[in-house]
């Protein structure tokens, strides 16, 4: 019976002109992705490094001078002194001898810096106007790096739009908003679309959650079909214009309360892994809405409102840990750390991630049980009310 639903669901799927257009959409993104990034201006190392040359000379420039009378601002204005010296040799070296794969000196210049700015840190940046200070999550992002790269003996500065580098950003502007916006369009009549469109298939013999099943199995196939497809056409693109790249190049994801480097073949995994979990909370949480509200656009509007409730909780001063989860569904926001920066919760990563959206997955799924019981039974109650007379 199911097998027979599947397949009919299937077909009907395959027919709708808005999903069929919505995964078109999807997989195009891709492609279209690349062409906007690859006219972009990249920031290269050495105009970095010559920001931050600029930066700590303003520094000096409005480092007051009764500061540097107290030990902190002594201090302070020492490290400044050692980070300028450094800086102004990464630019010499980056000017005469250039970057390859075997950077040791330059690495461990950028590993003392790094040092000393997490010093400034600990010593709360006193005497620094707030826009020259680099924050503490970018020093410990480039700490990893320069880390993996002096253990594996990596190019520092590869080219940007190679597909592997490519994707990765790609991935960082579709996760979030967009991803779920797109996502609950295309489940928004999940299930109202049988109720609006007269099938055989209306009184099949297969329970309420069967039945939501195979649709969520269904529309989650299809669209990771066009996801699929995107990635490989835009990878395509990516790879015969800028080269493939490297996939063991480091990508720098936030875990365990620190920042470490994985390669870039890993974070694909994990990035995919999270997105067809998300799919699956999203199209269960369409047919919860569903179900409730019986209006499409109900559905969609509800998810956008819940997705920003923590963001808006956060502007009027009231960031509670319960409603953080609700952000895991922006998962490159989680791999990258903005997420937990941005609410202040050092828990929220991947494993915190994955760990919500499983949870999630199954209560969506209970409550979805839970309403086919209570239907069930008041059905049964009014079965018995109308019958009891004729008993009689």
């Known amino acids: 019976m199911f097998w027979k639903y599947f ?4 077909k009907l799927m395959v027919r709708n002109r ?32 010559r920001s931050e040359q600029a930066m700590i000379e303003a520094t000096f420039d409005s480092f007051p001078m009764s500061q540097e009378e107290t030990p902190e601002g002594a201090e302070i204005h020492e490290i400044y002194l050692e980070q300028s010296s450094l800086v102004n040799y990464q630019l010499y ?32 940046n006193q005497g620094i106007p707030p826009q020259y200070i680099i924050p503490k999550e970018e020093v410990l992002q480039s700490n990893a790096f320069l880390q993996y790269a002096l253990e594996n003996q990596i190019q520092l500065e590869p080219d940007p739009f190679v597909a592997t580098n490519y994707l990765i950003h790609a991935f960082s502007i579709l996760s979030g908003l967009f991803f779920l ?33 195979a649709k969520v199995i269904i529309h989650f196939l299809y669209m990771m079909v066009f996801l699929t497809a995107g990635i490989i056409v ?75 409730i923590p963001d808006l909780s956060l502007m009027i001063g009231w960031n509670t840990v319960w409603l953080h989860p609700i952000k895991v569904l922006d998962i490159a926001g989680v791999l990258s750390g903005n997420i937990a920066v941005q609410f202040g919760n050092e828990q929220i990563d991947y494993g915190y991630a994955m760990l919500w959206l499983a949870v999630f997955a199954i209560m969506i799924a209970g409550v979805l049980k839970l309403i086919q019981w209570r239907s069930y039974k008041v059905k049964l109650q009014s079965v018995e009310v109308h019958s009891s007379p004729t008993d009689c």
Do not use: C, W
């Open 234 to 308: 835009g990878g395509y693109i990516a790879a015969r214009e800028a080269g493939l790249g490297n996939l063991s190049y480091p990508v720098m994801i936030f875990m365990n309360n620190d920042y470490v480097a994985i390669p870039a073949l890993q974070y694909y995994m994990y990035i995919l892994l999270a997105i067809a979990l998300i799919v699956i909370v999203l199209y269960y949480t369409a047919a919860l809405f569903n179900t409730i509200f019986k209006s499409a656009y109900a559905t969609v509007l509800l998810a956008l409102v819940i997705f920003y």
């Open 18 to 49: 808005k999903n069929l257009f919505l995964g078109a959409l999807l997989a195009l993104f891709f492609p279209i992705f690349f062409f906007y990034y690859s006219d972009t201006e990249v920031e290269t190392i050495e105009s970095e490094k």
């Open 93 to 124: 070296y980056l000017a005469f001898v250039g970057l390859d794969e075997t950077n040791e000196e330059y690495i461990e210049n950028g590993l003392q810096l790094n040092e000393l700015r997490l010093r400034t840190h600990e010593l709360d």
């Open 181 to 213: 916006l797109f996502m609950m369009i295309s489940g928004s009549e999940i299930l109202l679309y049988e109720e609006k469109h007269q099938t055989v298939m209306k009184g099949f013999p297969l329970s309420f959650m069967n039945k939501i099943h």
């Open 7 to 10: 397949l009919f669901e299937t």
